[in-house]
C-alpha cells in the first residue's frame, strides 16, 4: 500500500455511530449517543461505571440491538442481529471477561471460535495465519500452551490474535488492562499502535486516564450520553476528568499520620492450593496492625486471591498459621470469620459477594441474616431490613430503583457499592478489602478511599490488594508485592516508586546497590 | 427497508406476558391432548366434559380432586425445596413408599388409640421419607455422589423392597392372594372430615404444608439462606453457609414432604399398601412443582389442578371410554407446554427495521 493510499484511508471514517438509543425497561442505557471512529486510530471510549460505555460497545458487536440510531461502517449503514454479523463484517471485540475455554490450547481456542471450522480442523493452516498475524504486530503467544496455565496478560494476547485472525479491521477492547502489569499494559499499547498503523482502528473502552493520554482521541460519556469527543493532543487529564464526572475531582486522599496501633492479625508461613491443586501460596508471612493499611500490590493471579480466601476461612490452609488477636484461627470457618467482625470484599463481586437473582435489601444482609439487628427467633425482621438497605443506598448513593429491585439488573459500580455498604457496617475489627475499587467510577473510587482511610483511623487493620498502583501508593502505610505466592517484599510506604513496584510485580527482586531494600520484611 | 420480528430477552420478568403464555400453554396443551383423542377416536369435546365434570362437576367430585391432590401437594412441595436450592432430588416417588411404608410398620407394630396415633404417623411418614433422602444428602456431600443418580436408584430399590416384604409374606395377611398389606384398622386411619368422603384430616395438613414452606422460604433466615444457597452457592458459601449441613438438610425436609404425601395417601385412601397403590404420585408431583415455578403457594394451585385431572380422568374413563393412560399423557403434553411457556415468557417479540 503506498503512503497516500494510506493517507486517504486514515482520513476515512471507519464508524460512525449516529444517535443510537438502547433502553432495558425504564433506564436508558445509551441516550443518542453520535461518534465517529477514523481509520488507524485508537479511539477511547472513557466514563464512569454506568455512563453506557459497555452497553454502546455491545451495540456495535451486534449483542445487542440499539432501540433506535444509525451505525455506518465504511461509510455503509449495517444492522447486525448478531455479533456473528459484526464479525463477518470485521468488527472484532475482545470482552472485560475472557471467553476462553481454559482446558483447551490457544490455537484449538482461536480456530473453535471460528465457524470456518466445520466438522474437521485444519489446524496447520491456521497455524501459518496465526504466525502470520503475531509477526506482524509482534504478539508472542505459545499457540500450544493451554489456557489456564497462562497470565491473565498472556490470555489477553489469545483473546486479540482470535479478533484478528476472524479478520477484525475494528477492534474494541472492554477495559483490557484491568488486569495487567504497567509492563504489560505498555505492551499492549505497543501492539495497539502497531495494529493501528496498518490501517485498523481500535476503540477502547477504559476508565483509567493515563491510558486514554495514549490515543488519538477520546469520546467522553457521560450517564448514557456523549458529552464530546475530543482529541487527545488537545485535552488534559483534568478536563477529561471533569467532562466525565461532571465537576472537580480530588486526586489525592487526604491521609493523616497514625499511630500504627497493636497487632491485630498474624500469618506466619501460610501455604495454600489452588482450585487446581497448584501451591498458590508458598509461605507467606505479614502482620496487620490497627491503624493500619497494608496494602498487596501484584497482578491478579498471584495469590492473592488464595490469600484472601484462606485468611476468611474458605480456603484450606495446608499449613501455616493465622492469628487474630493473638487468638488461633486458622481452618475457621466462614461462619465464625463473619462472627468475629472479619469484613471481605472479593474481588469477584458477583460470585463470592452478592446473589444476582436477591433484591438489593437481601444482598444487603447477605451473611448477616442471623444478626440480631436482622431477624428475631430465625424470622427476617423486613422492616429493619428495609430500613437499613434505604440507608446503605443513600449512604453509598446506589442508583437503584427501589430496595427490591434485582441486584443482577445494577450496573457494576453499584452491585459493589452494596458489598461495601454490607461489610462496612458488618466489620469491627480487620477488613480485608480485594480490588475494592475494580471497575468503580472516579467519584466512588474517591469515596470508597475516604471510607477505608476513615475506618483505618477509627482503629481497624485493613488489608488492600489492588492492581491499581495509585490505590496503593496514595492509602497504604506499608506495601507488600505478590508474585507467585509469595511476598517479594514489605516496604514502608513512600520508600518505593511505581517503576520499582512494577518490576518486583514481574517477579525481578530489586538489589540493594542504591535501591530501596525491604524496609520492614517479616 | 424490510422490517423483522425477533425475540429479544427482556431485562426483568414480566408478569402479563407470564399470566399470557401460561394461558398460551394451558390452550395448546389441551389442543395436543385433543388430537391424542381423536387418534384414539374418541369424541374430543365429549371426553373433555366428562373430565371437567368429574374433576369439579359437584361437590362430590370436588372432594375428589382435593383428595387426589394431597399426595401430589407434598410431593410437590418436595421438589419445591429441593429445587429452589438447586439441588435435584428426583426420589419423591421413593420417598412417597418410604413413608408409607414406615408408617403401616408404625401401625402394624403399635397398638395405640388413634388420638396418640397420629402425631406418630406424621413422624413417621416424615421420617421415612426423609431417611431417604438425608441417605442421598449424605452420599452427595461424603462421597460425591450425584443426588440425581442416587435418589433415583433409590426409587427402585424401595419398590423391591416392598415386593420383597409382600412376596415373602412378611407384610400379607395370611390367605391374601394380591400382593398387598392386611387392611389398615380402622382406629389407626387419618379421620375423615366430612363422612362419606374420603376428605381427611390430611388435606388442612397439606395446607398447612403449602403455607408453612411458604413462610419458610420467603421468611426464615433458614430460607434465605436456602434460597442463596440455590442461587449463588458460591456466595453462600463465603457468606457463612455450609455447603454439605444445607445440602443434607434441603434432602431431608425435601424428603420428608414426599413421605408425608405417602401416608397421607395410604392412610387417608387407600388403607393398604400396593405396589400400584402410591406408583407416579411422586412423579405427577415434580410436574406440579416445576409447572408451579417451585413457588409454594402456587404448588398447592397445581395439586388441585392435577389432582383434577385425576379424579375427571376417571370419570372419562367411564363415560367417554377413554384410558385413563390418556391422562398421564396430558399431563405430560401440559409440563412440556409450561416448560416452553415459562421460557418464552422471558422475551418478548420486537420488530427491527
Request: hydrophobic share 45%.
Amino acid at each position: 500500500m503506498g503512503s497516500r493510499e494510506r493517507e486517504i484511508l486514515n482520513d476515512a471514517t471507519h464508524l460512525k455511530v449516529e444517535r443510537i438509543t438502547k433502553r432495558f425497561g425504564d433506564v436508558v442505557a445509551v441516550d443518542s449517543a453520535s461518534f465517529d471512529v477514523r481509520r488507524g486510530e485508537i479511539h477511547c471510549l472513557l466514563g464512569e461505571n454506568g455512563a453506557g460505555k459497555s452497553t454502546l460497545s455491545q451495540c456495535l458487536y451486534g449483542f445487542y440491538r440499539p432501540d433506535a440510531g444509525k451505525i455506518h461502517l465504511n461509510g455503509i449503514p449495517v444492522s447486525y442481529s448478531s455479533p456473528r454479523d459484526a464479525i463477518s463484517r470485521g468488527v472484532g471485540m475482545v470482552h472485560q471477561h475472557f471467553v476462553l475455554v481454559k482446558t483447551f490450547s490457544v490455537i484449538e481456542n482461536i480456530v473453535l471460535g471460528t465457524h470456518e471450522a466445520g466438522w474437521s480442523i485444519n489446524l496447520a493452516d491456521a497455524r501459518k495465519r496465526l504466525a502470520e498475524i503475531c509477526s506482524r504486530y509482534e504478539i508472542e503467544v505459545d499457540f500450544n500452551a493451554i489456557i489456564s496455565r497462562l497470565s491473565v496478560g498472556e490470555q489477553q494476547w489469545v483473546e486479540i490474535l482470535k479478533a484478528l485472525y476472524l479478520g477484525a479491521e475494528l477492534l474494541i477492547l472492554d477495559e483490557p488492562t484491568a488486569a495487567l502489569t504497567p509492563q504489560e499494559s505498555e505492551k499492549l499499547f505497543r501492539i495497539m499502535r502497531r495494529i493501528t498503523a496498518d490501517s485498523l482502528s481500535v476503540i477502547l473502552i477504559t476508565h483509567k486516564l493515563n491510558e486514554v493520554m495514549q490515543s488519538n482521541r477520546v469520546t467522553v460519556l457521560r450517564k448514557g450520553k456523549v458529552v464530546s469527543t475530543v482529541e487527545t493532543s488537545g485535552t488534559s487529564r483534568t478536563e477529561l476528568t471533569n467532562l466525565m464526572v461532571g465537576r472537580t475531582v480530588m486526586f489525592q486522599p487526604q491521609r493523616e499520620n497514625l499511630e500504627k496501633g497493636g497487632k491485630i492479625l498474624e500469618v506466619q508461613g501460610l501455604k495454600v492450593r489452588d482450585d487446581e491443586g497448584r501451591l498458590a501460596l508458598n509461605g507467606v508471612a505479614f502482620d496487620l496492625h490497627a491503624n493500619e493499611i497494608l496494602g498487596i500490590a501484584g497482578v491478579a493471579g498471584n495469590g492473592q486471591k488464595e490469600l484472601f480466601e484462606a485468611l476468611v476461612g474458605a480456603r484450606k490452609i495446608e499449613s501455616g498459621e493465622i492469628r487474630l488477636d493473638s487468638e488461633d484461627i486458622t481452618n475457621q470457618t466462614p461462619r465464625s470469620a463473619i462472627d468475629r467482625g472479619i469484613g471481605y470484599i472479593p474481588d469477584d463481586r458477583y460470585r463470592y459477594g452478592l446473589v444476582g437473582d436477591f433484591t438489593v435489601e437481601e444482598n444487603m444482609i447477605l451473611g448477616l441474616q442471623k444478626a440480631p439487628a436482622f431477624s428475631r427467633h430465625a424470622l427476617l425482621d423486613f422492616s429493619r431490613i428495609g430500613a437499613f438497605a434505604a440507608k446503605g443506598i443513600s449512604d453509598f448513593e446506589i442508583v437503584t430503583p427501589s430496595i427490591k429491585a434485582k441486584t443482577g439488573n445494577l450496573s457494576g459500580g453499584n452491585a459493589q457499592k452494596i458489598i461495601l455498604a454490607r461489610e462496612f457496617w458488618s466489620t469491627s475489627c480487620c477488613l480485608l478489602a480485594n480490588q475494592p475499587t475494580r471497575g468503580l467510577d472516579v467519584g466512588v473510587i474517591e469515596y470508597v478511599h475516604k471510607l477505608l482511610l476513615k475506618k483505618c483511623g477509627e482503629g481497624f487493620a485493613i488489608l488492600l490488594a489492588s492492581e491499581e498502583l495509585d490505590d496503593i501508593i496514595s492509602l497504604s502505610d506499608r506495601i507488600g508485592v505478590m508474585f507467585k505466592g509469595e511476598f517479594m517484599g514489605i516496604f514502608d510506604a513512600g520508600t518505593v516508586t511505581i517503576e520499582q513496584l512494577g518490576l518486583l510485580m514481574a517477579g525481578q527482586k530489586i538489589l540493594s546497590s542504591g535501591q530501596p531494600i525491604a524496609a520492614d520484611r517479616i | 427497508m424490510a422490517r423483522t420480528l425477533s425475540f429479544e430477552k427482556r431485562p426483568t420478568p414480566a408478569w402479563l406476558a407470564s399470566l399470557t403464555s401460561t394461558s398460551v400453554a394451558i390452550l395448546l396443551a389441551l389442543l395436543a391432548s385433543s388430537v391424542l383423542l381423536w387418534i384414539v377416536g374418541v369424541d374430543v369435546v365429549e371426553a373433555f366434559h366428562a373430565m371437567a365434570l368429574g374433576a369439579f362437576g359437584d361437590l362430590d367430585s370436588i372432594y375428589g380432586t382435593c383428595v387426589k391432590a394431597i399426595p401430589l401437594a407434598f410431593a410437590g412441595l418436595a421438589t419445591g425445596i429441593a429445587f429452589r436450592a438447586k439441588i435435584w432430588n428426583i426420589g419423591q416417588e421413593g420417598q412417597v413408599f418410604a413413608g408409607a411404608m414406615l408408617g403401616y410398620w408404625l401401625s402394624s407394630s403399635v397398638d395405640l388409640p388413634g388420638i396418640a396415633f397420629l402425631p406418630l404417623l406424621v413422624v413417621a411418614g416424615f421420617v421415612g421419607g426423609a431417611a431417604l433422602g438425608g441417605l442421598a444428602g449424605v452420599l452427595k456431600t461424603r462421597f460425591r455422589v450425584d443426588e440425581i443418580v442416587s435418589t433415583v436408584m433409590m426409587n427402585y430399590i424401595i419398590v423391591f423392597v416392598l415386593s420383597y416384604l409382600l412376596t415373602s409374606r412378611l407384610w400379607m395377611a395370611p390367605g391374601e392372594y394380591y400382593l398387598q398389606t392386611a387392611q389398615i384398622p380402622e382406629t389407626e386411619r387419618i379421620p375423615t372430615l366430612l363422612a362419606g368422603t374420603k376428605l381427611t384430616l390430611a388435606f388442612p395438613l397439606a395446607i398447612a404444608a403449602v403455607f408453612a414452606i411458604h413462610i419458610l422460604l420467603s421468611r426464615t433466615t433458614f430460607g434465605y439462606e436456602l434460597r442463596a444457597f440455590g442461587s449463588n452457592p458460591d456466595a453462600a458459601r463465603f457468606k457463612g453457609t455450609d455447603p454439605s449441613r444445607m445440602s443434607v438438610i434441603v434432602l431431608i425436609i425435601s424428603g420428608g414432604l414426599a413421605g408425608l404425601g405417602g401416608v397421607s395417601q395410604t392412610f387417608g385412601v387407600d388403607f393398604r399398601i400396593s405396589q400400584g397403590f402410591l406408583l407416579g404420585l411422586g412423579s405427577t408431583g415434580i410436574i406440579v412443582g416445576v409447572i408451579a415455578g417451585l413457588r409454594p403457594l402456587a404448588i398447592g394451585v397445581a395439586a388441585i389442578l392435577f389432582g383434577g385431572m385425576a379424579q375427571g380422568g376417571l370419570f372419562m374413563q367411564v363415560i367417554a371410554d377413554v384410558s385413563s393412560a390418556i391422562v398421564a399423557a396430558m399431563q405430560a403434553i401440559i409440563l412440556i407446554f409450561f416448560l416452553c411457556s415459562s421460557v418464552l415468557s422471558r422475551y418478548r417479540l420486537v420488530w427491527k427495521s
